[in-house]
């Protein structure tokens, strides 16, 4: 679900993973029609980013 919402509107995603400031230069991309295709770009991989960082974190959790 939030792979589809990174790629329709891209900004929003990044409010569901707590970066409300990359959030709202996302959104200023968006704005204009050329921007929106990196910001999707953009929105895709900081979702992998996030997935993995909780990925990690919950490997780091189960150690200790």
Same mark, same amino acid.
């Given at each position: 679900?939030?792979?589809?919402? #990174?790629?329709? $509107? /891209?900004?929003l995603?990044?409010?569901? $993973?707590?970066? /409300? +400031? %990359?959030g709202?230069?996302?959104? +200023?991309l968006?704005?204009?029609l050329?921007?929106?295709? /990196?910001?999707? $770009?953009?929105? +895709?991989? #900081?979702?992998?980013?996030? @997935?993995?960082?909780? @990925?990690?974190? #919950?490997?780091?959790? %189960?150690?200790?």
């Amino acid at each position: 679900m939030r792979l589809l919402l #990174a790629i329709i $509107i /891209p900004w929003l995603q990044f409010f569901t $993973i707590g970066r /409300p +400031v %990359a959030g709202i230069i996302c959104l +200023v991309l968006q704005i204009t029609l050329i921007g929106w295709i /990196p910001a999707a $770009i953009w929105s +895709v991989y #900081a979702l992998s980013q996030y @997935k993995t960082d909780q @990925k990690i974190e #919950a490997a780091l959790g %189960a150690r200790r």
